[in-house]
Each structure stands twice: as C-alpha cells, then as structure tokens.
C-alpha cells in the first residue's frame, strides 16, 4: 500500500532543520518558532515510523533514515522554489498568453517570432496549442487566440489574418514518380492527404474546379493540417495546402503546386479576443505587430507552380 505523502510545511522543516542541522537555525529561516519546527518533525518521524534526526549534546544528526531521505526532500523543495519563481516571481511580468492553431504557429508564426522579440524584447510569450479544444471552453489564462475558421464566433472579437488559395501540393519526388500527375484528373492515380475538421476539403475543390465527378474515397485521413503536409513533404501523397502556409515550403523546394487551378477560401485564420478592451498591457502590441505582418505577407503572397 503506497505512502500517504506528509505535509509539505513537515519536509519543509526537516529539509531545513537537516541542512542547519539546528532546529533553531531553521526556525529563523522558516519565520516559525523552535517548538514549532520540533513539532514538526516529530509529526513527520511518527507518519513515516522512523526517527530522522539523533538528539546530540551539542546539537543534531541525522539517522541513516534521514541522511537518506534528505537529498530527495531538498530537491524537490528547490524544484518547487523555481517552478513558482519562474510562474508567479513578484516583479516578474506577467505573460503574454497565446493559443496557436498548431499549423499555422509551425508554418506561418514561428518563423516571424524573432521580429516580434526584436522589437519588444520585454514581453513575455507564452505560446500554447489550440488543437481539438472545445471553442466554448473559456480559458482565463489565454489573452488571444488564433483560430481557422469564418470570422464569427460568439461573443469574440476577430481579425482576419490570411486570405488563402486552396493549393493542391506534393514533394518533387512524388511529382516526378512513374504516375502522371498533370491534371486533377490524373487524381485517380494517387494518394489524397484529408484533413477532418476542414470545411473546405478536397471535396469542396474538386467541386470548384470541375471535378465534382473524381471519388474521394482513396487516401489517408489526419486529425491537422501540419501532419497532412508533412506526409506531403515525407512524399506519400497529394495534401491541399493553404497558400499562407505552403508559400515558404514551395520556396524552398519542400513542396510543389502540381496544377493551375487554385480556389479562394472563405476560411481563414483569425485573431481571435473578448469584444471588451484588451486586458493584457502587451496585448495591444502583440495584435498591431501580428496584423502589420499579415497584411504585408498577404500582399506579397505568390504560390509559384511547376
């Protein structure tokens, strides 16, 4: 039967007490008074049913027991004063808090980040994964969140960040394969990469170009678009990109656009935060930065075919 774990004011006195090896001494540290400290311990020794401290003339030992359980007690009491440090220091600020679509950090966010940090080097991000949570949980420890979607979601305030193309894309390797892949229609052929959650899938793009006609039952399904692509990437299929996101894969040979036809989204990515003014001194700042570089990104967008 496992241990019922002591009371942390109990380790907190035996770790201090052994360190000192004076109950006086860590009274002093601990703002507690002597007896409190013995008392303490005592309850400790009883609960664990075994004596940790010997009573010497001219002070304190530990027993073997306590030697031994010592070490393990002071790390966990150091780790403890650094996680709360690191969470809630007094004077530390407080943290910009994120929620990211995870795609849309790993392939648009992540590689502006520096340019954010550059010019406000002391604001603090902290970036977390939106993936599957239920867009009616309210999260009091997120200021923002940057959603895909249509722009309307009850009671929150959106931005539009990306105006995308619905890109059918492949890895150079795969395109070059002994199956021809020269129209839509060539499809038949090969490997469909779906994304569930999406309403503008690869049945919605067939259907825009044309091609309503071509089965959608052949290919593998993912639960995120970042997954889709990097299968795309690894070349084990055709995954439908959204230009925002494909745009630097394509650049840098990653990805190729196999055909002409691309179809506008009416989905996109949002900022997303309450209608009322933004609570967060920095958030105002981090909102201004993100739009400034999703207006520029958009207006230099090019998907560049084979």
């Not at 954010?116 to 902290?126: E, K, Q, T």
């Not at 970042?226 to 745009?247: D, K, P, Q, Y």
């Not at 958030?283 to 990104?297: G, I, K, Y």
């Amino acid at each position: 039967m496992k241990k019922k774990l002591p009371p942390l004011n109990w380790l907190r006195s035996f770790e201090a007490a052994a360190r000192h090896l004076s109950f006086t001494h860590a009274a002093h540290e601990l703002n507690l008074t002597q007896a409190a400290i013995s008392q303490q311990v005592k309850g400790l020794e009883t609960q664990l049913g075994t004596t940790l401290f010997k009573r010497l003339p001219r002070g304190l030992g530990l027993t073997d027991a306590g030697a031994a359980y010592l070490p393990a007690v002071h790390e966990a009491i150091e780790r403890l004063t650094v996680a709360t440090e690191e969470v809630f220091g007094q004077g530390r600020p407080k943290l910009l808090t994120i929620r990211v679509n995870m795609v849309f950090f790993m392939t648009w966010l992540a590689p502006r980040l520096h340019s954010f940090r550059a010019l406000h080097p002391d604001i603090n991000l902290r970036i977390t994964s939106n993936i599957w949570v239920d867009e009616r949980e309210k999260s009091v420890e997120t200021d923002m969140e940057i959603r895909y979607g249509k722009g309307q979601w009850q009671m929150l305030q959106s931005d539009r960040l990306t105006r995308d193309q619905l890109v059918p894309v492949c890895s150079p390797g795969y395109l070059e394969s002994e199956k021809a892949l020269r129209s839509p229609d060539d499809l038949l052929q090969h490997t469909l990469l779906h994304v569930i959650g999406y309403e503008e899938g690869w049945g919605h793009w067939l259907k825009q170009t044309g091609y309503a006609h071509l089965p959608l039952s052949q290919g593998c399904q993912f639960d995120t678009l970042v997954t889709a692509l990097e299968m795309a990437v690894l070349g084990e299929g055709v995954a439908l990109g959204r230009s925002s996101l494909v745009a630097d894969m394509i650049a840098s040979g990653k990805l190729v656009a196999p055909f002409e036809q691309q179809v506008p989204t009416d989905e996109a990515f949002y900022l997303v935060y309450p209608p009322q003014q933004l609570s967060h001194p920095h958030a105002d700042a981090f909102r201004s930065w993100l739009l400034t570089e999703a207006v520029e990104f958009n207006n230099d967008l090019k998907v560049v075919n084979r």
